[in-house]
């Protein structure tokens, strides 16, 4: 039997010596910290999460708004949006006229620039029963009469147009019939 102790492995104080020489350039690993459980540690108050609100479901988008039909093209001498008593009394010239232009003598840019005006000007002031005179003249402006009643600044004003009773100028005038203005 040897006479060394199991808790001492060196033989020699030489053996010691170039050990701890060794050991001092080796870097060891450092020690795992203990993990305490759950059941051993008490809670800290400040260190306690703060509960998280569930966020609420995003809200839906809303759906746009489906945009209005659009008006239908105004044709002259049909009914449009009037009913069949009113689109009478205006066909024979029996509703009485709140305001009147004539183009007589206008180019088709003056009139334009005077139709355009004039228009949106009795809707305003609440005037529906209109008489536009064009003359009869070489049609110019009586062939221009649906497309500047048809153009966009105008049409949502406008609900019928038809040609004038022979009293009030015939094929040369025309009777327009406005929306009520809100």
């Given amino acids: 039997m040897s006479n060394h102790n199991d808790n001492n492995v060196f033989t020699s104080k030489q053996d010691q010596s170039l050990w701890d020489k060794f050991a001092k350039t080796v870097k060891g690993k450092k ?22 609100k569930p966020k609420p479901p995003p809200k839906p988008t809303p759906k746009p708004k489906p945009k209005p039909p659009p008006i239908p093209p105004l044709i002259i001498g049909n009914i449009g949006g009037i009913d069949a008593s009113t689109f009478r009394k205006l066909s024979r010239g029996n509703l009485p006229i709140e305001s009147r232009i004539d183009l007589h003598a206008l180019t088709r840019q003056q009139a334009w620039k005077e139709v355009s005006i004039w228009i949106p000007d009795c809707y ?20 221009a009469l649906p497309i500047f009643l048809n153009h966009v600044s105008l049409r949502p ?15 040369g005038a025309f009777y327009i019939y406005l929306k009520h203005s809100s």
Avoid: F, M
Avoid at 32 to 51: D, H, R
Avoid at 126 to 139: A, I, N
């Fill in 31 to 52: 020690p795992e910290p203990k993990i305490k459980s759950l059941l051993e540690t008490k809670p800290n108050k400040n260190k306690i999460a703060k509960k998280i």
């Fill in 124 to 143: 305003y002031h609440k005037k529906r029963s209109l008489l536009l005179v064009t003359g009869k003249g070489t049609g110019v402006l009586q062939s």
């Fill in 157 to 171: 004003y406008v609900l019928c147009c038809i040609q004038a009773a022979p009293k009030d100028g015939g094929s």
